[in-house]
């Protein structure tokens, strides 16, 4: 014969205790929302303006960190990166010509160079923060070990013939995410 | 907002408890921490089909016997297992989005410390601190929804070492797709470098840390003032900082810098140089909080053994994880499944009794009183089964009828 097996005793009436409900969650998202949002408004508060040879000037926006700079034979580079995307700055000063010369140029010696295939898009017509008339076209590089990488080039030529080419990347299916953030950054870019 | 008297009870609480707001709060974030991760990796699956799958089925064949282990690390009282996969998804989830959300503090290093410092060291700097803060955060929510089940140290090291396996589970498959390109073969060398050279150190850890700290900190109140408490329950989480920092440091990094042919096998003994000393402290942690366990446990009880709840042979089964099993198994072979379950049942009712003797203010209080006649009444079943006399039974004490 099967014993059945006894109920749970009723619950304890003698163990009370008082707690506090809101002020402890309250609490747990002010540090939530200060670690998150806070980073932001702290990270604008002492940001620096990212400056590139005398003539581009720009706020990186929130999480773009410097990682490189470099000047040779002439041309000043400039690396940011939050994340595996990253941005390209280069200033070939006394370089003339237009934005579309430029565009092409670094289509045919940079990018054709630096990946063993390449997908250049349309060009088209842009304009950067202060208004300084841009050309823009997208791409997708493969490198020699299959890794695919997806960007955006936006060059610009000053009115003293100094060239500028902005190329943001990003490993493909991640540019989409970053796109927000290079945008901002070109349309506050300042030229000089 | 006015204070709300609650019981205090001892029935295993699920996640879904929805008279705390803490509960809501939980489920809102990590509800929207899942639709951000879908969103994340849904574009990254578009990188490599085969490599995506790869990277799941790799990363469940570490995780699953990694999240059982923790699991029954805690000796006593298992976990109820809807808040151990809410601090699962927390870190998976609600942390990992939260922190890809906190990228503004690598800028803040940059302003402060330069271009150069920040790129060497700022991974090290923002990374544990933000990284930390928030897993933690979703332990103090689960905390907030289920306050019983923080009996001790050990219930903060589960759910806080679960929370980093679910936040280290998501990370993985990031870099994974993100970095090592997402073909098999790069998920086949992320694998290698993150998991197995260095799947025994890393969040798990961190954040198990962390937990201990929110464990020993609400388990305590009545043991120990809030000053310590709060020394401890910082100092824990500053060392899952700290580790977290060292790992991400160029510190102790004698890592390869292109690992080629037998450079490969000494990626793990790399990674034992950075993790090793934080996997030795949270064992010796984990060491002093079982010693911790079953001290309670005996002092719980020792007050117990002239009454009808437990008998000295019974806690001498109790105390040892191990002789619990045997006694069950044994159990099992002499009088069936329904007798071995029943020895279990009987068994983690005497810890329940142990938890209220340690909450109650008199030997007479009437829900201790009640939970020594649930006990005896358990073994009077248990030796109203044929075959069922263990010799973990006293004879004659409790037999009814």
Redesign the interface.
């Known amino acids: 014969m ?5 109920d ?18 309250l609490a ?2 002010a ?2 929302a200060f ?3 806070g ?6 508060a ?3 303006p990212v400056r590139l040879a005398e003539t581009v000037r720009f706020d ?1 926006a ?8 470099r000047v040779e034979e002439g041309l000043h580079e400039l690396l940011l990166q ?3 995307a990253g941005l390209y700055v280069v200033v070939l000063p006394e370089e003339g010509g237009t934005a579309v010369e430029l565009a092409e140029s670094y289509a045919s010696f940079g990018l054709r160079r630096q990946y063993a295939r390449v997908t250049i898009g349309d060009a088209e017509a842009a304009t950067l923060g202060d208004g300084v008339p841009a050309v823009r076209y997208g791409y997708v590089g493969v490198s020699t ?4 990488t997806e960007g955006v080039v936006v060059t610009a030529v000053t009115p003293d013939g100094t060239g500028v080419v902005f190329d943001g990347f990003a ?4 540019l ?2 970053a796109i927000d953030d290079l945008g901002a950054m070109l349309e506050g870019v300042d030229l000089t | 907002m006015s204070d709300r008297v609650r019981h205090a009870s001892l029935h295993h609480r699920s996640l879904f408890q929805f008279g705390e707001p803490a509960f809501y709060v939980f489920g809102a974030l990590v509800a929207w921490g899942g639709l951000q991760m879908f969103l994340v990796l849904a574009a990254l699956s578009d990188i490599s089909r085969s490599g995506w799958a790869l990277s799941w089925l790799l990363l469940a064949l570490y995780a699953t016997p990694v999240f059982v282990l923790v699991y029954r690390l805690d000796l006593y009282e298992r976990e109820p297992l809807s808040l151990v996969f809410g601090a699962f998804a927390w870190g998976a989830l609600a942390a990992t989005s939260l922190s890809l959300q906190a990228v503004g503090w690598d800028q803040v290093v940059v302003s402060l410390f330069g271009p150069e410092v920040a790129a060497r060291w700022g991974a090290a700097i923002t990374a544990p601190l933000v990284e930390e803060t928030l897993k933690g955060a979703g332990i103090v929510l689960l905390y907030l929804i289920a306050r019983d089940e923080f009996d001790d140290t050990m219930d903060g090291f589960v759910y806080g070492a679960i929370c980093g396996l679910g936040f280290a589970l998501v990370e993985d498959v990031l870099y994974f797709m993100a970095v090592f390109g997402g073909t098999p073969a790069g998920v086949l060398q992320g694998f290698y470098l993150r998991v197995i050279s260095s799947g025994l150190y890393g969040h798990v850890l961190f954040t198990g840390l962390t937990g201990m700290g929110i464990g020993y900190f609400v388990s305590r109140r009545v043991a120990r003032p809030l000053a310590t408490r709060l020394k401890v329950a910082i100092g824990l989480f500053a060392l899952g900082v700290v580790g977290h920092f060292i790992w991400n440091s160029p510190l102790l990094e004698f890592m390869p810098a292109q690992p080629t042919g037998v450079g490969w096998l000494l990626v793990p003994v790399a990674f034992a140089v950075k993790g090793m000393p934080v996997l030795l402290l949270v064992l010796l942690a984990l060491r002093l909080a079982h010693g911790q366990e079953r001290s309670w446990l005996d002092a719980s009880l020792s007050g117990e053994l002239p009454h009808e709840g437990i008998s000295a042979e019974e806690l001498a089964v109790l105390r040892e994880p191990k002789a619990r099993r045997r006694a069950v198994r044994a159990m099992r072979t002499r009088a069936g499944r329904p007798a071995g379950r029943l020895l279990g049942r009987l068994h983690r009712e005497q810890i329940t009794l142990a938890m209220l003797a340690s909450r109650v203010a008199t030997p007479d209080d009437p829900s201790l009183v009640a939970q020594r006649d649930y006990c005896r009444s358990l073994r009077d079943a248990l030796a109203a089964i044929p075959g069922a006399a263990p010799p973990a039974f006293s004879g004659g004490r409790g037999s009814g009828g």
Not at chain 1, 8 to 25: G, H, I, M
Not at chain 1, 62 to 69: D, K
Not at chain 1, 145 to 148: I, P, T
């Open positions: 099967r014993t059945p097996i006894p749970r005793p009723d619950e304890a009436p003698s163990q009370r205790r008082r707690e506090r409900k809101w002020l402890p969650v747990v998202l540090t939530i670690v998150t949002g980073a932001a408004s702290v990270g604008d002492v940001s620096r990186p929130p999480g773009w960190i410097e990682v490189g700079r939050r994340g595996s070990d299959g890794v695919a490993p493909q299916g991640e989409a995410a």
